[in-house]
């Protein structure tokens, strides 16, 4: 099965402030716009969803995402609209995605080995780092997370 992010939804991130309806995405998609109306935002909010999670680096910058990003423009308050509050980025996909966790604490519950199909991913973050991962609307405490890829 192929995953495809069907919807993406915006709010307080970079210099998106809120977007009046979340983007559906097809099977291409081409960002045209103005200079400085967010499409690099959208990008880099899609780039986000590839490890939402801190302890996961990029290789090749011995960095996290957000700290990657944060470094591109200033800082982790650039990342957040008006450089204060919080944002939220909200993930949509067509099928779900199965993922398989190894090790998974959701409130007190902890889940080991198990398959799950995820449809929805949901991150928040501040101006110092993400401060929330929610899948399928369900919490995911990130110091107990390991998981394989989306």
Do not use: C, Q
């Amino acid at each position: 099965m192929v995953f495809a992010l069907r919807k993406i939804d915006i709010s307080e991130f970079r210099g998106i402030r809120k977007l009046s309806k979340p983007i559906e995405l097809g099977s291409f998609n081409v960002l045209v716009g103005r200079n400085n109306v967010g499409k690099s935002a959208i990008l880099e909010a899609v780039f986000l969803l590839s490890m939402p999670f801190r302890g996961e680096t990029l290789s090749l910058y011995s960095k996290n995402v957000y700290d990657y990003l944060s470094g591109l423009h200033g800082g982790g308050k650039s990342l957040v609209y008006g450089h204060s509050g919080k944002a939220v980025i909200n993930y949509e996909f067509t099928e779900g995605v199965k993922t398989s966790f190894k090790r998974v604490k959701h409130d007190s519950e902890i889940i080991s080995g198990v398959d799950v199909l995820v449809k929805n991913i949901e991150i928040e973050m501040d101006t110092v780092s993400f401060s929330k991962v929610v899948i399928n609307r369900k919490y995911v405490m990130e110091d107990s997370l390991d998981y394989k890829n989306f």
